[in-house]
């Protein structure tokens, strides 16, 4: 069982920047997959990056691609999202997950945080 815990949202002008960080709980966090997602308000959750176990292997929508950075520190059970250069559209509910393989479909993912806001204002 994995427990994730997201903070670091907020609101924010257009061009800033925030870091989120999942705290996870678990001593088998270093053998899971993690992963980002973001839910704008009526909308489906949709992928926004994750990183392997290892840390080695990050992928990302091609939409946060040179903006977004993905990554974590095992010996701290956390996961990182730093995002610069923010946009409006960037505005959602940010949701950390983990899971054993990793996917851009949320459904393959095993356990999920409750959720940050970030708000980009233009």
């Known amino acids: 069982q994995v427990q994730l815990v997201e903070t670091g949202g907020g609101l924010v002008q257009a061009g800033g920047s925030l870091r989120l960080s999942c705290a996870a709980s678990g001593r088998t966090f270093s053998s899971y997959a993690m992963g980002w997602f973001r839910q704008a308000p009526g909308k489906e959750r949709l992928f926004v990056a994750t990183?392997?176990?290892?840390?080695?292997?990050?992928v990302y929508v091609d939409s946060v691609k040179g903006r977004v950075t993905i990554s974590r520190d095992n010996a701290k059970n956390t996961v990182y999202l730093q995002m610069n250069s923010l946009k409006p559209e960037d505005t959602a509910v940010y949701y950390c997950?983990?899971?054993?393989?990793?996917?851009?479909?949320?459904?393959?993912?095993?356990?999920w945080g409750q959720g940050t806001q970030v708000t980009v204002s233009s």
């Open positions: 997950a983990a899971g054993r393989s990793r996917s851009a479909t949320p459904t393959r993912w095993d356990y």
């Open positions: 990183i392997s176990w290892s840390g080695g292997d990050t």
